[in-house]
Structures are given as structure tokens and as C-alpha cells.
């Protein structure tokens, strides 16, 4: 694009920018920088040498990186024309550049909220033998938010494993539910006819969460198609970055709230945060995949640059394995872009002993607006060998366990060490509140000492863990 057109759309952002701050008098813009509170108006397709090294610089900018291209080392960003000016100055290469407000709006088809509660609400009757609607919560402006399980005997906890999947922490990707949407259909309506599916359905208990920012979601059809956040104080915060783990340690989130990846003002303000925790605390899940979209990427903890989990080698493995499936670039989030504090996968990991990814669907090709009729089927379809991996290695080599106390009761006081064959500790693993224990290991031999935390007693399990988990039960 020539220097002239670039001018051109510059002086549009700033007369649009002028025209928009007459409507935000609104806001407290003391002490905020210039940058923060400038709308962001401007799409830009930004290429880079070191992609690294440029994106830290796009993000000490606060520009809102959209999606990265990885082979092409290129990235779609939104950006105030002051931003956009600063960047030439710096002599980024920009692709293209045009107005926020040219850019393709989301098909009709996408669902709102309303349409995802109504499709949950229906698949739950429809199927009520083995699925239950479950409300994990509300947003800020009241909206319910969803949870749908799926398992033989919905009713019951039945001490089976938990896997989670959850769409659309960020309103804008509405490619997102779509997924959540598939897992429901794919696994109720082929319930009866599918053996593999059967067995899924009746050895586990399956919560999808398709929709958690319901607010956001509801801005992006009506205000702003291109809104990330929920909508706390109007000017939001990204759940995102909202969770209590390392939350505002390492750079990997803003304190200004004018910025797309505001943490919030303490950890787990929000109630969509807070519904997602709730869930995940009281399920205690094996695996969980959030959607994202796009740059189509599998990121696991952790986050902050240079940290890496105590079970790094298994966590990478099964994250590089639904690359391969999915032919998307796996790696932590640092490894591959940038630096992120207060995500959910690494609070689940960390808290919640989860083994989480994040998928990011879709590539800049199809960005955050991919036409419904072209794209949603096929990004659904080639998205399915990912959760359905996680639920086949649910069944797969590790060892789950029930743990008993003296009266024959099930205890949740106990922690499991779990040592390799040369006697080097690959895990603690802490009780889960119904007195299971599931610890996903690579084949190999184990001893596993399971300690009471309420008495000094110990019990010594030797193990051989091949393909398939070891089930076992634990009686003081
Ligand atoms: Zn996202």
C-alpha cells in the first residue's frame, strides 16, 4: 500500500477517533497514557524478521495482537494511527492496513448467547438419560453461563474420570463455541450407534462450557465486533489474565483498563472467572482444552517466560501430539510469542492438577470473522482428533485410583509421591475432594507411595504402567 493511502487512512482513524471521544466522556482519563485511551481503530498485517523480538515490541506498545501468521512471520493487529505512525518510525514493514470498521463482520449464523443456552437447554432434553444443562454461573450483567455434562447416569457423580472443554474466554472468537457445539452434537446424537462414543460417554464424565464470556459475546453483536473482554465497568477485563496464578507477575498482562488484555484489579474479580474455577474445583478434570482462535497453535503451561511444569516432559508430549493431529505448532505460550500471566491453564495446572491446553483456531487467513459457510464445518471436522485423543488417553497409561480410611470410607487426606523406576520423583499428586486420584504417566514402572495427611500412615503400590491405565484401589 503507498505512503499516500496509509496517510489517508490515518487522517480518517483521527477524525473517526475525534468523533468516538465525544461519546466516551464518560471515562476517568487522568494519568492514563495517550496510547491507552485512543481507540484502536486501525487493522494492520505487520511482517517481522524476529518475530519474538518484534512482537515484545508490539506488545510494550500495548497494540492488540490479533493472530500471527508463524510461517509467514507476519502478525494482524489492531492499532490506534498513532500506534501505526510509531511503528513506521521504528521501520516495521506493514503489509496492509485498512479501518477497523471495513473489516468483515461475523455471518448471522455464529451463535449469541441466547442461541447457546436454547441449543443446551434443547440437547439436554433431547438426551436427558446422558446429558445435564448445569448453570456454573453469571456474568456481570446478569447473564447465565452454561455448563452441559455428559455421562451415563448424569445425576450421579460416579467417581469416573472428568475431562472439560471450554470456548471463548474472548467475545470476539466466534469460531469458538462452534467447537464446543460439535463436541455436544457429535457425542449425544452418536451415542447409540457408536461403540467409541458409548464408551467415552459411559467410563467418563464430559463438561463442555461453549460460551463463558456471554457478556463480551453480546457486544460483539451489538457494538463491536472486535471486542475481546467482558464488559466489567464498560470498559472490561480480560478473563484471561484474571486468573490467580502468578496473576501480574511477569508482563504478560496490562494494568491499564483501557488496554485489550487488562488484568483486572485482583485476581479472580470477575464472575466468569470465578464460574469457570468453580467448575474446575468441583470436577477436578484430567484434561481440559480451552478454545481460542487463531494462529492455529497448542499452548500449555506455563506462561511466563522460562517456566516450565514439574511434568514438563508429559505435558509437551501429549500437547506435540495434537499438533501433529491437528497440524498446528505446539509450544508454551512464551516459546512461541509472548509471555502470558494469569491464563486458565496455568492456574487449572497449577491449582487444579489439570493437564490443560489452549487450541488457537483458524489461521490469519480466516481470522476472527471466517465466512460460517466455508469454514465453520471444516474447522469443526479437523479439529475433532484433538478432545477425542484426550478421551482416549483418559483410558490410557497412568493410574487412577480410589483411597480408602480405616472406617471403609472414601478420604480425600491423602497425597500420592509417585517415583520412577531409578527412584527419582516424577510427581506429587494432592487427593481429589471425592477421594480419587488420577496421575497421567508415560509408560514405564512406578512406586507410588500414597501418604495420609491426617495420620503418619503410608501405603507402597509397585506398578507397571503400560498402554492401558492401571486402575487400583487404596485401603488404610
Ligand atoms: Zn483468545
Redo the contacts with the bound molecule.
Sequence with gaps: MSKKLISIFIFIALASNAFASMFHGDHDHSNVPEEFKTPKTMFANIQLKNLKREVSVLKSLDVDILGVNLKEKNVDVLLTSKQLENLEQKKFIINMVTEKSLLRRPDQEYKNSEEIAAFLTSMSEQYSSISKLIKIGESVEGRDIWAIKISDNPESDELEPAILFNSM??AR?VMTPEVGIDIVEYLLSNYSTDSRVKNWVDSNEIFVVPMLNVDGNNRVWTRDSMWRKNTQGGYGVDI?RNYPHRWASCNGSSGSRWSQTYRGPEAASEPETRALMGLVSNIKPVFNISY??YSELVLYPYGCPGEKTATHALVSSIGQKIGELLDYTPGTPWEILYGVDGGDVDWMYADEQVIPYVIELNSTREGFQPSYSKWRDKTVERNRPAWMHLLDRLEQSGVRGLVYDENQNLTDKFTVEVLDSRGNKVQDYRGNPDGSFHIVLAEGDYKLNIKRTDSRSVKVETLSVSSNREDIEVRF
Excluded: G, I, L, M
Design positions: 474466554h474472548h472468537e484471561n481460542h482462535s
